[in-house]
């Protein structure tokens, strides 16, 4: 995957610079312990785990004769399963970090189309331009939201952006919601125009033909076949579903944003003369932060995104290996007079995303 005519360039690293040193010491790290960097027994088992989560409360649903309050339940679960599904198995696929088996890789990425998603825009969205230009204003759409929230300075401010420390929650919300009627749609025509993704005449067709079966797929298992089949009025049934979107975008957008959209992280614009000041990694470690590395409750369930400077470093990484080369990471970092940025706790992190909401509300 290819963006064509990249705004922004980064320069090389030198021979003995923090991106050398470092990817030597990971991958000596993995083959002084002889241990393949993708997928483990554990990371199979989490799959099995999260997968579960979100499809035995749907077959529940279908078949278990549930009552109204049950079915709301049910559905609440689901949204969990499909936050886990997102976070700690489709993501790691779609980066090829899963496996060394492109096909294993490609099949577990296509549980995106479980939750309401597309492989191909995400790979576009998140590996090729959130991953390159991190942070960067007009190239990483990780940070838009189609100007309902201002999360960076250069951002247009609107009278209403003085409300988002109240709204921003509700907006979350409807993440995945988007992804399911609007956004995948929109993101596939502006890529092929803007030669972005390596999308050929032909090749669009077959996208084309792809997003519209899987979302009349995914429409008809978890829509039409619930009405159908769940005993209580239609209403609750539509109520559930919204629910468990709602509660799959709420999770997927705070464990994103505290990572990037915190006080302590850079923001940048695309540079007047095309090139960045930072070589990559270095972009990298200014314009992302972890948080909550010392839980394992988090680290399992969100997918190791909690330890995001090692995921935007090592992507291809499975991220049960993140708690080990993080320590790799930030001794390096430190080495070479880099920030390594952290918070704590869930809730520290939460508090620097609310302050950068906060103060992005403010008229410039």
């Given amino acids: 995957m290819s963006t064509a005519s990249p705004k922004v360039r980064f320069p090389r690293p030198q021979k003995e610079s923090f991106r050398t040193t470092l990817t030597k010491r990971v991958k000596d790290y993995f083959e002084d312990n002889k241990i393949s960097n993708k997928a483990n027994a554990a990371m199979v088992l989490k799959t099995i785990g999260m997968l579960s989560l979100y499809l035995v409360p749907y077959f529940f649903l279908l078949f278990g004769q549930p009552s109204v309050a049950l079915v709301l339940l049910l559905f609440f679960v689901m949204g969990f399963g499909m936050s886990g599904i997102g976070m700690g198995v489709m993501h790691d696929a779609i980066h090829g970090a899963y496996a060394s088996n492109r096909h294993i890789n490609k099949w577990l990425g296509a549980t995106i189309y479980l939750i309401s998603g597309n492989a191909a825009n995400w790979r576009v969205q998140h590996n090729v331009l959130h991953h390159t230009f991190t942070n960067i204003q007009g190239l990483d759409e990780d940070m838009e939201s189609s100007g309902i929230i201002r999360m960076h300075p250069s951002q247009k401010w609107q009278k209403f952006h003085r409300f988002q420390k109240i709204y921003y929650p509700f907006v979350y919300g409807i993440l995945t919601i988007n992804w399911l009627a609007l956004k995948d749609f929109k993101q596939l025509i502006q890529y092929y125009k803007r030669g972005v993704g390596g999308h050929t005449a032909e090749s669009i067709k077959k996208e084309w033909v792809i997003l519209v079966f899987t979302k009349a797929l995914y429409f008809s298992l978890f829509v039409v076949l619930p009405l159908v089949l769940i005993p209580v009025a239609w209403y609750w049934v539509l109520l559930g579903f919204f629910l468990m979107?709602?509660?799959?975008?709420?999770?997927?957008?705070?464990?994103?944003?505290?990572?990037?959209?915190?006080?302590?992280?850079?923001?940048?614009?695309?540079?007047?003369?095309?090139?960045?000041?930072?070589?990559?990694?270095?972009?990298?470690?200014r314009t992302t932060a972890d948080f909550a590395k010392g839980s394992r409750i988090v680290n399992w369930f969100v997918g190791g995104l909690n330890f995001q400077v090692e995921h935007h470093l090592f992507p291809t990484v499975c991220h049960v290996h993140y708690p080990a080369i993080a320590k790799i990471v930030k001794k390096t970092a430190l080495e070479f007079n880099l920030p390594y940025k952290e918070y704590h706790r869930v809730s520290d992190a939460l508090k620097a995303h609310v302050s950068h909401l906060k103060k992005m509300s403010l008229q410039p």
């Fill in 245 to 285: 979107h709602f509660t799959a975008g709420v999770v997927l957008s705070y464990v994103f944003q505290l990572a990037h959209m915190v006080e302590g992280v850079d923001n940048m614009d695309i540079p007047e003369s095309g090139m960045a000041e930072d070589e990559w990694m270095e972009h990298q470690l």
